[in-house]
């Protein structure tokens, strides 16, 4: 599978509490970890058992050397990772407090600064399942969608960070995987329960909406169907159990199974990776997660 997206490094405290816009919270605890939802999405997947090759950027800087050194550890194929002179590695600031919510500002450096080549091209089209998000330019979005399309690739979007979905990309009908706030930005429509209705009646593919610990809802081919998450009593950190959902849910298509199992499979994994500090920290390996799936 090929993941088409962004790689960061985060700087991270973790405090008693979100500060408020104004408010200034003391007493926190800094530490630094590789982030970035595409570079998340594919160790994701690659612990979850995918041959994963990463179509992304990366400054000429000693964060993104530590970016890279990460994802090569993990497995992930790099030939299509391409370093950048002039452009910074992608930085999230994030500010995690004491239930694992978070805060998270980005400045995209790299991540922003590229477009699709041919060699992307080739690496996108002989994918089984492609999986991007909007941590990348939309002009890479979009293409990458349409060359699976084209190639009748299962491709997943997941529309995060939020912003409304051009006419283009709904045509092309991906796997849409926004959370609850990103379905109302994605379509204009700050109703969540209409929101979801109109996306529906628009977009020509499935479209799973993520909830968090209460689980994920697929709408597709005119069926709705829930399926339940698991609590976590103590989350340490949220981040990154997006990423998690669709890496896992990209590996598990990848294998040729349904939607609805890939699903299952993706929320457990999610649920399983907030109980560490860091975007990846929590992420679940294979065996972890086939052994949860089978309680
Ligand atoms: O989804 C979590 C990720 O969002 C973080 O790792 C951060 O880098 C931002 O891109």
Same mark, same amino acid.
């Given at each position: 599978m090929c993941v088409v997206g962004s790689a960061n490094i985060d700087l991270v405290v973790a405090v008693d509490h979100l500060p408020a816009p104004g408010e200034t919270v003391l007493g926190g605890r800094f530490t630094i970890h590789e982030g970035g939802k595409g570079a998340n999405q594919a160790v994701a997947a690659a612990r979850a058992g995918a041959r994963v090759s990463f179509v992304g950027a990366v400054g000429d800087d000693d964060y993104g050397r530590r970016s890279s050194r990460a994802l090569a550890e993990e497995g992930v194929d790099l030939e299509r990772l391409r370093t950048l002179d002039g452009e910074p590695t992608g930085i999230a600031l994030i500010v995690v407090g004491p239930r694992g919510e978070n805060q998270i500002a980005v400045a995209p450096g790299a991540n922003h600064a590229w477009e699709l080549d041919d060699h992307d091209r080739a690496r996108i089209a002989a994918a089984d399942v492609v999986l991007t998000t909007h941590e990348v330019p939309m002009s890479v979005v979009v293409e990458t969608l349409a060359a699976a399309h084209a190639r009748g690739i299962p491709a997943i979007l997941?529309?995060? *960070?939020?912003r409304a979905l051009p006419s283009e990309i709904l045509r092309l009908g991906p796997i849409l995987t926004p959370n609850e706030h990103e379905l109302t930005v994605s379509i204009g429509n700050d109703d969540g329960a209409t929101a979801l209705e109109e996306l529906a009646s628009r977009h020509a593919g499935p479209i799973i909406v993520t909830q968090g610990a209460a689980g994920a809802l697929l709408v597709a081919d005119g069926r709705e169907e829930r399926f339940g998450g698991r609590a976590v009593p103590? *989350?340490?950190?949220?981040?990154g159990a997006g990423d998690t959902f669709n890496g896992v849910l990209a590996a598990w298509l990848a294998e040729g199974t349904s939607l609805d199992d890939a699903i299952r499979a993706a929320n457990v994994a999610a649920s399983m990776s907030v109980i560490a500090a860091g975007a990846r920290a929590g992420m679940p390996h294979r065996d972890a997660i086939d052994g949860e799936l089978s309680v």
């Open positions: 997941n529309p995060a *960070p939020a103590a *989350p340490v950190d949220t981040t």
